[in-house]
């Protein structure tokens, strides 16, 4: 029988932007992938206002389809969402990926300051930053060749949604927990994230006892669609298929 693996995204982003990745691991696991509150497909859902709230909509979400043991992977805000959730069941996570992300919200050294994208949105509205933002996750910018994809999912986001999901992460911290996780955990990071500088995800490496690291090369925020043949293998590798 196959094992779940459950796939949570992060800001301003939804189920869709794991294309390049869906049909290789579907193979292999029982693929379970969410669009939160307020992002992609649930654009129409009120946002949560905390991490706590997206990990209990989540949690929900797989009570629903019956799923009480999973694999667990999160990107970014996704990646804070799942830290969050292992927080709260620790048992029921087997393996963890922690991927473009780390345990301090208000993301020290990011591109611009949470305050200032609050701003943004604000003032510019909530698809022209999503835009804006999207781009500064590719390291060819609004030249890469899967910038749309996010671009197109991000401009889904309501404002309330844009405006949420930054309100979640500024205090969140899961540094505290981090030497309490037990799973098997693998962090993997682009070398040219601008959202997420190495102390985060350093710290994440340093700090969870069984954590293994993958740097990948020439990527920014959004390496999953950057490189995505190097992330598909990093994963196989990490749950030796």
């Not at 611009?112 to 804006?132: M, N, P, Y």
């Not at 959004?222 to 043949?229: F, I, S, T």
Request: with cysteine; glycine share 10%.
């Amino acid at each position: 029988m196959k094992k779940n693996l459950v796939l949570v995204h992060g800001y301003l982003g939804g189920s869709a932007q794991w294309a390049q990745q869906v049909t290789l691991l579907s193979q292999h696991f029982n693929l379970v992938t969410l669009d939160l509150p307020g992002f992609g497909l649930n654009q129409t859902m009120e946002s949560p206002q905390s991490i706590k709230g997206y990990a209990e909509y989540v949690f929900g979400q797989l009570d629903h389809l019956g799923i009480e043991y999973f694999h667990l992977l999160g990107h970014s805000m996704g990646g804070m969402i799942v830290q969050e959730m292992v927080a709260i069941a620790p048992s029921r996570i087997d393996h963890l990926i922690l991927y473009g992300t780390g345990p301090i919200g208000m993301l020290p050294n990011r591109f611009e300051t949470i305050q200032e994208s609050k701003r943004r949105v604000t003032a510019d509205g909530a698809q022209a930053t999503g835009c804006r933002i999207a781009a500064t996750w590719f390291i060819k910018g609004e030249q890469a060749t899967q910038y749309n994809v996010c671009a197109e999912l991000a401009e889904k986001a309501s404002l309330q949604a844009s405006l949420a999901g930054l309100n979640a992460m500024e205090p969140w911290s899961g540094e505290s927990y981090l030497t309490q996780i037990k799973s098997p955990t693998l962090v993997i990071w682009g070398d040219g994230d601008r959202t997420y500088q190495w102390s985060q995800p350093e710290q994440l490496w340093r700090n969870i006892v069984a954590a293994q690291l993958a740097v990948m090369p020439g990527c920014a925020h959004a390496a999953h669609l950057e490189k995505p043949h190097l992330f598909n293998q990093l994963l196989m590798d990490f749950f030796q298929l």
